[in-house]
């Protein structure tokens, strides 16, 4: 039976990916949802089809985890691979409004970085053992910023000397490809992808201040012009992950793949030394 996981899966793009996979599997399959909204997860998991009475058990669960704190990230893959057999898709959706200056959890990463980057490359990384179990060749689907790579600020790769939106961007954008450049060359049978969804009308995007509500609904009528709904961005991601290929794939808004130029060897180890310095520290011994 196959097994996805859905980290960001109580909300927006993460959620209807989640709902498109239930769907398509006519809830015969196990899904886990990682978040930190029990009760959202929960009215999701209700909505799924049930499978028929005669199938074998099946898990639809809910794993709570804030997984900005990386040591959080180490318990829960730590959990989930005590009770998984094996994982076939991995979609990694975590985020917060992006748009705001820099905000260091207690681990001293900024909350942005966490959960867009070093979060989803431990979850990938931890749960590899997993993903090699997948009889079909494991999927893993980031939901971030895909395009080209930009040079690497070598002296300043958490961001923490200097910390600007366009720097952020950037390295986000390239810490990932890079990333998964290299998980798709160590395990040539799993697909590593990264998309870019464009504008998408999910609750990220809806000012928490009721203040800053009023232009927003003012430009809806433009806005909602030029973007998605969460269902319509998780039906084209869904339908790109069930057909993407083995190695590393880059995909626009509509699920289209993109050109990608791979970075060399050095710029390889350079990134991926990084994350694993700045993630393996806060793994239990
Ligand atoms: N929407 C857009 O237009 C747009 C554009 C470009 C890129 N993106 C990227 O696409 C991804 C998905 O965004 P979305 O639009 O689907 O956003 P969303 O609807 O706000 O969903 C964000 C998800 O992240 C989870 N999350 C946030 N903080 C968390 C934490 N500390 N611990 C655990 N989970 C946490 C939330 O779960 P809980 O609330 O349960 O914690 C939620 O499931 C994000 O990486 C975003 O940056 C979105």
Redesign the pocket.
């Known amino acids: 039976m196959l097994t996805a996981v859905f ?10 990916i989640a709902q498109s996979f239930a769907r398509h599997t006519k809830g015969n399959s196990n899904i886990i949802i ?5 009760s ?2 929960d009215e999701l998991i209700s909505s799924f089809p049930k499978p028929p009475l005669d199938s074998p058990k099946v898990l639809h669960e809910f794993v709570p ?5 990386i040591s ?1 990230v180490h318990k829960t893959t730590s959990e989930l691979s005590q009770n998984l057999q094996q994982i076939d898709y991995l979609v990694l ?6 748009f705001t200056s820099r905000n260091e959890t207690s681990e001293g990463i900024d ?2 970085m966490a ?2 980057y070093y ?1 989803r490359w431990t979850f990938i990384h931890d749960l590899m053992p997993l993903l090699r179990k997948s009889d079909q060749g494991a999927k893993v689907y980031s ?3 895909s395009g080209a790579n930009a040079p690497i600020d070598r002296d300043n790769m958490d961001l923490k000397k200097e910390h600007t939106l366009s720097k952020m961007l950037a390295a986000l954008t390239t810490y990932t490809n890079v990333a998964f450049q290299k998980f798709a060359r160590d395990e040539p049978n799993m697909s590593f992808n990264h998309a ?10 809806i000012p928490s201040k009721w203040y800053w509500r009023i232009p927003y609904y003012l430009v809806f009528p433009v806005f909602s012009f030029m ?1 998605v709904t ?1 269902e319509v ?1 998780g039906d084209i991601h869904f339908k790109a992950l069930l057909e993407a290929p083995a190695g590393f794939n880059s995909y626009d808004p509509k699920g289209r793949p993109m050109q990608y130029t791979p970075a060399d060897d050095e710029t390889v180890e350079l990134v991926c030394n990084h994350t694993i310095e700045m993630t393996e520290r806060f793994r239990e011994q």
Not at 34 to 38: A, D, S, T
Not at 93 to 98: E, L, N, R, Y
């Open positions: 980290v960001g899966g109580t909300s927006g793009i993460g959620r209807a990682v978040g930190r909204n029990k959202a997860a985890c804030d997984v900005s704190l959080n959706s975590s985020g917060v409004f992006i909350d942005k959960l867009s979060s939901i971030l910023a870019f969804p464009g504008f998408v009308r999910s609750p990220m995007l973007s969460p961005a």
